[in-house]
Nanobody
Framework: QVQLVESGGGLVQPGGSLRLSCAAS????????MGWYRQDPGKQRELVAV???????NYADSVKGRFTISRDNAKNTVYLQMNSLKPEDTAVYYC????????????????WGQGTQVTVSS
């Protein structure tokens, strides 16, 4: 069973910063990518940022220059540093992982965490 422990969400004023963390554990042999999605009620879940096992990163256009994703491979942990936060960033943020369970996997699995609320408001 895969577990994703998310932390760092909360309430922050516009222009402020938050740092999200997500630590993966469980039946994981290899991680291919980790990242963050977000979703507002009634809207589709959208990619915020992702980092691959090779270290490449991708960001949503709306967060480029403000958010930074990083990882600690030894801890199977991904971080999202969110600066210059805007009210439009308010959403539930979901940690995401692509991983394999076995040394010679036949499948690559996707999994989302329970989500953590980020609210940007004065």
């Amino acid at each position: 069973q895969v577990q994703l422990v998310e932390s760092g969400g909360g309430l922050v004023q516009p222009g402020g910063s938050l740092r999200l963390s997500c630590a993966a554990s469980g039946s994981i042999f290899s991680i291919y990518a980790m990242g963050w999605y977000r979703q507002d009620p009634g809207k589709q879940r959208e990619l915020v940022a992702v980092i691959t096992s090779g270290g490449s990163t991708n960001y949503a256009d709306s967060v480029k220059g403000r958010f930074t994703i990083s990882r600690d491979n030894a801890k199977n942990t991904v971080y999202l540093q969110m600066n210059s936060l805007k009210p439009e960033d308010t959403a539930v943020y979901y940690c995401y992982i692509e991983y394999s369970k076995y040394e010679r996997p036949s499948l690559i699995h996707d999994y989302w965490g329970q989500g953590t609320q980020v609210t940007v408001s004065s």
